[in-house]
């Protein structure tokens, strides 16, 4: 089962390879990794998107926090939560298809970012299928480059992650 | 006060408490080195390899419970020292590692003698640190033991440019009383709920077992367990880390469990109906195969570290906690529940583990007329009156320590049990006669083994640390020779060497005492010779029945009720005469 692990860890060098050392070295997967600071500069906040059985996780979580700088974690998977990733593809254009391309970016609520003569690069933002469903409506030959952050996500309600 | 980074190291050291480092210097560690010098609190022990002060700085935290602390230059010293963290880190051994790191401004570029230490070591520390600022070392000296040292212990890495140890550039100083750690919490007591139902379950159990290991030994605990056993009468096994934590000549102890275990100390975990399993971490040497294991039994499990339960095997009530305070309120409810432990069923129990432990499976043939390496771990439990420190290498002569030499109690027995480290014996054995001068401290070795870190006989003579080392030389890397012989159709590939050192020479080249014997009726007086030279190190270099293999054994694959017993007792052969 897919679990999207959300983890308040020291914003300190070699943290993220801590983080990142335990899955290569105990054999977990690491699907996307999502990292930048909090609004306290002395935390980073990972959202890390992993899968695997019950035991699984709960060892991959158990070992997370073992680890020193790891202040704190939660699965945002066991609960309600909200996801979203960014997404920017970067499309070849023609006369006749810039205008289908700019009404499927409005379809899937995209903005266009940058326009050339001959491309467009689109932002889409929302939960990540919607962005595997915006990349399979594209003709595969005109897409230049695709870059997604990897999911990140946030508890509903009032309940959050923090010290 | 104002220090250089060098001072500042030291008097850390010295503020807190520190006794002994293990050391070797080099060009990142030289200001350091030269801080040392002008001090004689903490007193400096010179290796000859970087790998021995770790195992010796092991073995010194191993006997005392004490941390070790090791120091080494940057490059080829971080990580000719790297075997002996992953040791401790293995065995949970509180441990400081102070590197060397070339100076700030150059770390990245390649520079001499530069490797990312923080980086090779993280897989097998428990933190480490890089750092960067002449006024952070004490404070990171100070997080490094306290970190170390809580919790569930182990190797912490400390990795100082040379730069910030500058002579020149002088700082204020001041040790931090204590330390607290916003992410570092570890957990002391156990959940009050989770310990009434795990009371409840043991004392409705008809076929209960205790099974403890290391961590009742790093957690103190072994008064508490000796008590809660004797309270409950139940039989208790331990593991390989926790031999001593319960003493092993009363008859409440069923040996110890796992492969190379007793017969009766498996069958009773395999029948069993309840099991507590107390500071061990259900390890594959211990449980064999896993589908096989345990199938009648309810699990209780008390560890410090939430990681170590139901990471292999399903537990049904876990306690995270320290094991002393868990056991002390153990033993309350036990004491006041009205419920007792059932002893019909209890008498019943005893009676089917007595009779398994008629089968006698440690036997062997007492007849021969080669040296027996089980005869000599004899012996050597008694002219030593079981109340050495034995440090071991791995592999045969590990085992067969372990099965005869009956550790009473705990710390005495000290060995790499996790990592397998060949080589920890000699070091180790040094790191714990530093520790305890008067103590006897035997090294039980193989001719494979000892020829790992050799070099450090050259530190037992300059520190005068008279060991004794018990070399059973059978000519092979037994364990696997044996393994070959079990399971590759004897084909012995590179299980054996052609050309082993004169080891009595080679002994005495250091300055030591070396003897050689070769028939069984030499031991005892030789053992007793070696003993009665309080002031030596003596090499007893044993030539044992090189076909001999430890018994029983729990083969690959197999579950603990299918156990590979000597074949017929006392008739082993005795082939190839020494």
């Not at chain 1, 939560?81 to 920017?88: C, F, Q, T």
């Not at chain 2, 005492?513 to 190190?537: N, Y």
Request: proline share 5%.
């Amino acid at each position: 089962m897919r679990h999207i692990i959300s983890i308040l860890i020291e914003n300190e060098s070699g943290a993220l390879s801590r983080v990142a050392g335990l899955f290569s070295a105990r054999g977990y997967n690491i699907e996307s990794l999502a990292v930048a600071v909090t609004e306290d500069p002395s935390l980073s906040r990972i959202t890390l998107v992993t899968r695997g059985n019950e035991d699984i996780i709960e060892q991959i979580t158990k070992q997370l926090n073992k680890l020193i700088d790891v202040v704190k974690l939660i699965d945002l998977a066991e609960s309600d939560h909200i996801e979203r990733e960014l997404m920017m593809v970067k499309i070849k254009t023609s006369e006749h298809t810039r205008a289908e391309i700019r009404s499927l970016a409005d379809i899937f609520r995209g903005k266009i970012l940058d326009v050339t003569p001959t491309s467009y690069v689109v932002e889409i933002t929302g939960p990540s299928e919607k962005l595997d469903a915006f990349v399979a409506a594209i003709e595969p030959e005109t897409i230049v480059e695709v870059v997604r952050s990897g999911p990140t996500g946030i508890s509903r309600g009032e309940k959050g992650l923090h010290l | 006060m104002e220090l250089s980074g060098g001072q500042i190291l030291v008097q850390s050291l010295k503020d807190e408490g520190v006794e002994y480092i293990f050391g070797y210097p080099g060009g990142a560690v030289l200001h350091l080195y030269d801080a040392i010098f002008q001090q004689d609190d903490v007193k400096h022990i010179l290796v000859r390899h970087e790998q021995g002060a770790t195992h010796a700085a092991d073995g010194y935290a191993r006997a005392t419970g004490r941390p070790g602390v090791v120091l080494v230059t940057s490059g080829p010293g971080a990580t000719n020292a790297i075997t002996g963290i992953a040791t401790a880190y293995m065995d949970s051994i509180p441990m400081v590692v102070i590197s060397g790191q070339v100076s700030l401004p150059v770390i990245g570029s390649d520079a001499f003698q530069e490797v990312d230490m923080v980086g090779i070591s993280r897989p097998c520390v428990k933190h480490n640190f890089l750092v960067k600022d002449v006024t952070k070392i004490a404070e990171t000296i100070k997080k490094a033991f306290y970190i170390a040292t809580t919790g569930r212990p182990g190797p912490v890495v400390v990795d100082i440019p040379k730069d910030i140890t500058d002579p020149k550039i002088k700082v204020p100083y001041k040790y931090p009383k204590k330390v607290s750690i916003r992410s570092y919490n570890p957990a002391v007591s156990g959940h009050k709920g989770q310990i009434k139902k795990a009371v409840e379950l043991l004392l409705a159990a008809q076929k209960p077992v205790i099974y403890s290991g290391g961590g009742v030994v790093l957690g103190e605990a072994s008064a508490e367990l000796t008590e809660f056993c004797r309270l409950l009468g139940y039989p208790v096994t331990n593991t390989l880390m926790g031999l001593g934590a319960y003493p092993s000549t009363d008859k409440q102890f069923i040996g110890m469990l796992g492969m190379h275990g007793t017969y009766e100390a498996n069958m009773t975990m395999h029948d069993s109906d309840v099991i507590i399993a107390i500071g061990a971490r259900f390890d594959d040497r211990v449980t064999g195969k896993l589908d096989l294991f345990c199938p009648y039994a309810k699990i209780i499990h008390i560890d410090i570290d939430p990681a170590s339960i139901s990471k292999t095997v399903k537990v049904d009530i876990p306690i995270v906690g320290e094991v002393k305070p868990v056991l002390e309120q153990m033993m309350e409810l036990i004491k006041d529940s009205k419920h007792k432990p059932d002893k019909t069923a209890l008498e019943a129990w005893w009676q089917q583990i007595d009779q398994w432990r008629s089968l006698q499976c440690l036997e062997y043939d007492r007849d021969s007329l080669l040296i027996k390496p089980q005869y000599v771990i004899e012996q050597l439990y008694e002219v030593t009156k079981g109340d050495a420190y034995i440090t071991s290498d791995v592999g045969q002569h590990q085992m067969w320590a372990a099965q005869y030499y009956r550790f009473d109690k705990p710390r005495r027995w000290i060995n790499s049990g996790g990592l397998g480290t060949m080589g920890f014996g000699l070091p180790a054995a040094i790191g714990v006669k530093l520790a305890f001068p008067d103590a006897e401290v035997a090294c039980v070795t193989g001719e494979a083994s000892i020829q790992m870190c050799i070099q450090e006989l050259s530190t037992a003579l300059q520190y005068k640390t008279p060991i004794k080392i018990i070399n059973l030389n059978n000519r092979y890397m037994g364990m696997v020779r044996q393994w070959q012989e079990f399971s590759y159709e004897s084909r012995y590939s590179h299980s054996y060497m052609d050309t082993i050192p004169e080891f009595v020479q080679l002994a005495e080249a250091y300055g030591h005492v070396g003897m050689r014997i070769d028939k069984p009726e030499e031991v005892r007086p030789a053992l007793e010779k070696a003993f009665a030279m309080k002031d030596r190190t003596v090499f007893l270099d044993i030539i044992t029945d090189r076909t001999e293999n430890v018994y029983p054994m729990i083969e690959a694959g197999k579950g603990h009720h299918d156990m590979k017993l000597r074949v017929a007792l006392g008739t082993s052969i005795d082939r190839e005469l020494a």
